[in-house]
C-alpha cells in the first residue's frame, strides 16, 4: 500500500489516522451535523407521535494521507522508486541514490518511469513536493517559507513559482480556496 492498493477510512480521527503505516487516508463525517439532525427528529417524533423518515448527511470531505497517494504500477521498478521518492520527497532526493534504491540506473529509471508515468523521475519527485505543499497549505497556516521548506523546496519562490505553473494558481490563492471549505478534496 498504497501503490497496490488504496485504503480509505472513516471519522477521519486524526491520532488513528496519522500513526497508522502509511498515514489512513480518511472521509470526514459532520458529527455535529448528525447530533442535530437526530435532535430535531426526535423532537418531532415527540411532538407528532409519528416516525421519521431517516435522513442521510454528506460527508465534509476527505483528508488524503500517504494511504491513496499512491498509484497502480505494473512495472516493479517503477514502483520502488516511486516509493522511495514519497518517502524522501520532502528532504534532498538524489534520482541516482533513488535509481539505486530501485536496482537500475538513472537512464533505466528514466526510460521507465517515461513508459509507465508519461513522466521522469524528476516530475515525479516535483508532483510529491506540490502535493504534499497543497496538503500543508489547506491544513496549516505555516508560513510559506515553512511550507517550501517541509515540501523539499529550496525556496518559498521555487514552490511559488512551480506551484503557479502546475496547479494554475498561487499557493495562498490555493490556501484560501481550499481553507474557505470551497473544495474538500486535497487533490487538484
Not at 516511486?82 to 528532504?91: D, K, N, P
Not at 515540501?151 to 502546475?166: D, K, N, P, Q, V
Not at 490556501?175 to 478534496?185: N, S
Amino acid at each position: 500500500m498504497p501503490d497496490e492498493i488504496a485504503l480509505i477510512g472513516v471519522d477521519d480521527d486524526d491520532l488513528v489516522c496519522v500513526l497508522a503505516h502509511p498515514p489512513l487516508t480518511s472521509v470526514r463525517t459532520d458529527g455535529v451535523g448528525v447530533g442535530m439532525a437526530a435532535a430535531q427528529t426526535l423532537d418531532r417524533m415527540q411532538a407528532s407521535g409519528e416516525l421519521q423518515p431517516s435522513r442521510r448527511l454528506p460527508p465534509l470531505g476527505v483528508t488524503v494521507r500517504a494511504s491513496t497517494e499512491g498509484r497502480p504500477m505494473a512495472d516493479p521498478v517503477v514502483r520502488a522508486a516511486v516509493a522511495w521518492l514519497r518517502t524522501r520527497a520532502a528532504s534532498e532526493a538524489s534520482l541516482e541514490d533513488c535509481a539505486r534504491a530501485a536496482g537500475v540506473s538513472l537512464r533505466t529509471l528514466q526510460a521507465r518511469c517515461a513508459k509507465h508515468l508519461g513522466h521522469g523521475p524528476a516530475e515525479e519527485l516535483l508532483r510529491l513536493r506540490l502535493e504534499h505543499a497543497a496538503r500543508l497549505l489547506a491544513e496549516t497556516d505555516l508560513p510559506l517559507k515553512a511550507v517550501a521548506h517541509r515540501s523539499g523546496f529550496a525556496s518559498a519562490s521555487y514552490l511559488c513559482t512551480a506551484f503557479a505553473r502546475e496547479r494554475g494558481m498561487t499557493p495562498g490563492a490555493w490556501r484560501k480556496r481550499h481553507q474557505d471549505g470551497q473544495i474538500t478534496a486535497l487533490r487538484a
